[in-house]
């Protein structure tokens, strides 16, 4: 079992920063990399949680969603079990309820699969991420 915590959500003005963090509990980060940890956020108004990013083999897979590129980071802190998501020049369209999610790596598996929601086990609670314009 594995239980996720978020945390680091808040209201920004756009241009702003937030770092996210997922804790993980029940699992040590040292056997993630076996695991994938996946960023996925909720827009107001929208059914389906959207892929924002992956993060493996202990950072040295990691794979964006094209429009955060190059604002957004992931990492992670094996000491603190935690992965984070570093935003930087946030806009408006950011604002979400950003979770995050686990599961066994799937070998063989395109990076496609990892972008559907559907294919993980384990989620977090969420956290609320506003921005202003």
């Known amino acids: 079992q594995v239980q996720l915590v978020e945390s680091g959500g808040g209201l920004v003005q756009a241009g702003g920063s937030l770092r996210l963090s997922c804790a993980a509990s029940?699992?040590?980060?040292?056997?993630?990399?076996?695991?994938?940890v996946g960023w996925f956020r909720q827009a107001p108004g929208r059914e389906r949680r959207e892929f924002v990013a992956?993060?493996?083999?202990?950072?040295?897979?990691?794979n964006y969603l094209e429009s955060v590129k190059g604002r957004f980071t992931v990492s992670s802190e094996n000491a603190k079990n935690t992965v984070y998501l570093q935003m930087s020049s946030l806009k408006p369209e950011d604002t979400a309820v950003y979770y995050c999610a686990a599961r066994a790596k799937k070998f063989y598996s395109p990076f496609t699969y990892y972008t559907n929601p559907n294919n993980y086990g384990y989620w977090g609670q969420g956290t609320q991420v506003t921005v202003s314009s």
């Open positions: 992956t993060f493996s083999d202990n950072g040295e897979n990691v």
């Open positions: 029940g699992r040590t980060l040292s056997t993630f990399g076996d695991f994938v």
